[in-house]
């Protein structure tokens, strides 16, 4: 049982290049997220997947593009990074139910250069 | 105003102590409270939720909620410098919505 997995760990991209972060849960949990975070900043939502075949916005979804590609699996696309993308980011799931945690993935570090 | 506010930090204090960690959220609809853990280069990991008024106690652990005020807190007794991490306070509104909204956190130092 993996939890959530995310790759890559690391990732040095210049400015204008594209990228996407793989994430992959084998809880069977319905929703999934993309956070990012930022010295000073806390978690802050990208954008979200509460079942799959759906996604939404989150609080900072400007500059992303995300897919839930099944129930499993949902990445985020960065089309052409910028220096302020530069930040932790953080895929995360949990059920759909009241007072239900969510479970994170260890972590991509990008730098966008 | 940001929808959690967490009292900003640092927190230092000394090994044996009690720590509290306080948070304060805009959002009267939230019914869901959580407190993460978080060592430095690490993910978030879960230490405990609470959804009711009162005290929730776990170990060394307490969380207090208080709906009317609108805080939550987190007590942790006996602190041990391993407890050393920044700890992170989410609410979700619950019903239909289950993605969490976190504070920015405060830094807690548990000093030998």
């Known amino acids: 049982n993996a939890g959530v997995t995310q790759t890559p760990k690391f990732q040095v991209l210049k400015t204008g290049q594209s990228m996407t972060l793989q994430c992959a849960q084998d809880?069977?949990?319905?929703?999934m997220y993309w956070y990012r975070q930022d010295p000073g900043m806390g978690l802050r939502l990208i954008y979200y997947?509460?079942?799959?075949?759906?996604?939404d916005k989150g609080e900072v979804p400007n500059g992303y593009n995300v897919s839930r590609l099944n129930k499993r699996e949902f990445s985020l696309r960065l089309e052409s990074a910028a220096p302020s993308q530069t930040s932790v980011y953080f895929c995360a799931s949990n059920v759909n139910r009241n007072n239900s945690p969510l479970h994170f993935g260890n972590g991509t570090r990008l730098t966008v250069t | 105003q940001k929808e959690v506010e967490q009292n900003s930090g640092p927190l230092s204090v000394p090994e044996g102590a009690i720590a509290s960690l306080n948070c304060t959220y805009s959002?009267?609809?939230?019914?869901?409270f959580f407190w993460y853990r978080q060592y430095s280069g690490k993910s978030p990991e879960l230490i405990m939720f609470i959804y009711s008024n009162g005290d929730k106690e776990d170990g060394r652990f307490t969380a207090q909620l208080n709906k009317a005020s609108q805080y939550v807190s987190l007590l942790i007794r006996d602190s041990q410098p391993s407890d050393s991490a920044t700890y992170l306070c989410a609410m979700s509104r619950g019903g239909s919505n289950y993605k969490l909204t976190f504070g920015k956190g405060t830094l807690l130092t548990v000093n030998p």
């Open positions: 959002d009267r609809g939230s019914q869901s």
């Open positions: 809880m069977n949990h319905n929703s």
């Open positions: 997947s509460a079942s799959e075949g759906t996604t």
